[in-house]
């Protein structure tokens, strides 16, 4: 049977305050409040974008949702987890007053955010889940304590995986530090010597401080690399190699698992929400980049697979491109769904209901 998922348009450049208002008509119609029950402990997981980036969803998006949870009597709340690279969200302390800072804090939103994976990303449980690549994987602690999760996720381009939506926010968001260091471990960038310029950008940007002026180019200490790619997305010279045909390939199937984590976790109750709105090139992790679309709407549903294989249709319907051609044009995005399905987490058949907004 096919899984159902819920559209709505949006206006190129809309308001979020009229977005939100679409939000809260698309809870209703595809029937959210039906899946949480009073008192039940509902993680709400989104992402408050770095220091620079300017493009993650607007609080009052996040709120319309909030809203309406407790509406119904359950407890929501925000929830995050550390970042494995340092920078402003690599600890609770830090997280948590960034995300004040873009509009995210309780006098704004009107419920705490609590960090999922403690004080310093090291608060985890292993989860049993059927592999490719692991037979457990790290969920952060507090998420196998609650009743459901809201996930509402900004759909953007990715450098490795080609796009970014509900299984990076799952699957790297909520893993824990340990989780998210398994899932990079494969990326192993290196450095052209003929092709750099020694500009330093790549040092400047590299959250491990591992990379180095060696010879007069760049060079990668591959011993301390975490492979986030930071220095691939910031090379402007074409320096930067990656084999994406082996790296991305894992890192999505790896992605999926540990999503597949997360929803065993909460024993499968989760809703997911994508926002195909100020669809960037790169993720909120960094600046976001240039737009490679016009907005398109909100796609919502119970099944991740179904969600993000229609939010890429839609992309694709509105732009003849894939979100990966657009951003990425050497990443295969669909990866992460292929092998979503063959671990068991849904389906990319999928049966649209469109509202008028």
Known sequence: MKEKVFFIAVDDHEDPSRIAKKVKALYEES?????????????????????????FLHPLIVKAVIDKLKQ??????????????????SNAIDHITLAAEHGFGIDKIGVPLIMADGLFGDAEVPVAINGRHFDTVKVA??????????????????????????FKNLGMGLSSRRGKLKQHSVMT????????????????WCPQDTIVMKNGAAFIEKENCIGCGECYAVCKFGAVMIDFQRDSDE?????????????????????????????????????????????????????IVAVEKASCDLFEKENSMTIAQ????????????????????????????????
Do not use: W
């Open 141 to 166: 602690r507090e998420i196998t304590r609650v009743q459901g999760i809201v996930v509402l996720s900004h759909f953007k381009g990715h450098m490795i995986t080609g796009f970014g939506g509900a």
């Open 72 to 89: 119904i009597g359950s407890k929501p709340f925000l929830t995050e987890t550390a970042t494995l690279y340092r920078g402003s969200r």
């Open 251 to 303: 890192i999505q199937e790896m992605i999926a698992e540990h999503a597949a984590g997360v929803v065993r976790a909460v024993d499968e109750n989760l809703f997911y929400f994508n926002f195909l709105i100020n669809i960037t090139q790169n993720c909120d992790c960094m600046n976001g980049g240039q737009r490679v679309s016009r907005d398109i709407g909100i796609v919502a549903g119970r099944n």
């Open 189 to 204: 960038p290196e450095i052209s010597s003929s092709k750099c310029t020694a500009c330093g950008e790549c040092i400047k």
């Open 326 to 357: 657009a951003a990425y044009p050497q990443v295969n995005p669909y990866i992460q769904l292929e092998h979503a399905c063959k671990i068991g987490l849904g389906s990319m058949e999928y049966e649209m209901i469109v509202f008028e907004g």
């Open 31 to 55: 029937g959210v409040k039906n899946y949480f029950a009073k008192g039940d402990f509902v993680g709400v997981k989104t992402h408050f974008g770095e220091s620079s980036n300017t493009t």
